[in-house]
């Protein structure tokens, strides 16, 4: 059952987060991104990639990857990096963002695919969609948006990763389909991941509160 309502759990705190937050603290959100994305990258690697590559044929695996990773790229173009982290305010704004909530609903849908193999990857998301739960819930906070169009927004973003892991769960999908959707899934958790952890530092300098929190993420992550 966490399996379906943690990624649940993950959007309601990072909304009760946005509440309480009246300033977003950039260092406080650029820790918690750092550390979200090394401990999603370091989950992906040590449980979802074995069990992909040890099913599929690996040439094909590693296309199915890079598709993922293009596919990220191309959400990015309408979501304007809201997966990881980057959402722009237009507090005079009023038309209803339909790009970056079919964007977003189409990631958080798709991540909920690998959940059903692997339980471990549930923690991946759980702490992957606080901090972007809190980012996107304080552009929704500061927008011009009616609380319909919010509360709507949320609801729907929050059923999307629990909905995938049903589908999952519950389709009748042969073994290799259902690892290559994986694979996909692993294509776009790269991205993402890789690209909060290189956003997240002030160009080349070494930061150590981001060193620290990258190398919690990884620990944790091998323990589970």
């Given at each position: 059952?966490?399996?379906?309502l943690?990624?649940?759990?993950?959007?309601?705190?990072?909304?009760?987060?946005?509440?309480l937050?009246?300033?977003?603290?950039?260092?406080?959100?650029?820790?918690?991104?750092?550390?979200?994305?090394?401990?999603?990258?370091?989950?992906?690697?040590?449980?979802?990639?074995?069990?992909?590559?040890?099913?599929?044929?690996?040439?094909?695996?590693?296309l199915?990857?890079?598709?993922?990773?293009?596919?990220?790229?191309?959400?990015?173009?309408?979501?304007?990096g809201?997966?990881?982290?980057?959402?722009?305010i237009?507090?005079?704004?009023?038309?209803?963002?339909?790009?970056?909530?079919?964007?977003?609903?189409?990631?958080?849908?798709?991540?909920?695919?690998?959940?059903?193999?692997?339980?471990?990857?549930?923690?991946?998301?759980?702490?992957?969609?606080?901090?972007?739960?809190t980012?996107?819930?304080?552009?929704?906070?500061q927008?011009?948006?009616?609380?319909?169009?919010?509360?709507?927004?949320?609801?729907?973003?929050?059923?999307?990763?629990?909905?995938?892991?049903?589908?999952?769960?519950?389709?009748?999908?042969?073994m290799?389909?259902?690892?290559?959707?994986?694979?996909?899934?692993?294509?776009?958790?790269f991205?993402?991941s890789?690209?909060?952890?290189?956003?997240?530092?002030?160009?080349h300098?070494?930061?150590?509160?981001?060193?620290i929190?990258?190398?919690?993420?990884?620990?944790?992550?091998?323990?589970?």
């Amino acid at each position: 059952m966490n399996k379906f309502l943690f990624p649940i759990y993950a959007v309601i705190l990072g909304v009760i987060i946005a509440k309480l937050s009246k300033d977003k603290k950039k260092w406080n959100t650029k820790l918690l991104l750092s550390f979200s994305g090394a401990f999603l990258l370091a989950l992906t690697l040590f449980e979802l990639l074995p069990e992909v590559y040890e099913h599929l044929d690996t040439k094909r695996t590693g296309l199915f990857i890079m598709g993922g990773i293009l596919l990220q790229i191309i959400l990015e173009l309408f979501s304007k990096g809201a997966e990881h982290g980057h959402v722009h305010i237009h507090k005079t704004e009023t038309a209803f963002p339909w790009l970056l909530f079919i964007s977003l609903c189409i990631h958080s849908f798709l991540e909920g695919f690998p959940i059903h193999q692997h339980n471990d990857m549930v923690y991946g998301v759980l702490i992957h969609k606080i901090p972007i739960a809190t980012i996107v819930s304080l552009f929704l906070f500061q927008s011009k948006f009616s609380k319909f169009q919010i509360i709507t927004f949320l609801l729907i973003f929050t059923t999307m990763t629990p909905l995938g892991t049903y589908i999952s769960n519950t389709a009748d999908l042969s073994m290799q389909l259902a690892h290559s959707i994986n694979a996909v899934v692993i294509g776009i958790f790269f991205h993402i991941s890789t690209t909060i952890l290189f956003e997240s530092g002030e160009g080349h300098k070494f930061n150590l509160s981001k060193f620290i929190s990258i190398i919690l993420g990884v620990g944790i992550a091998y323990f589970i």
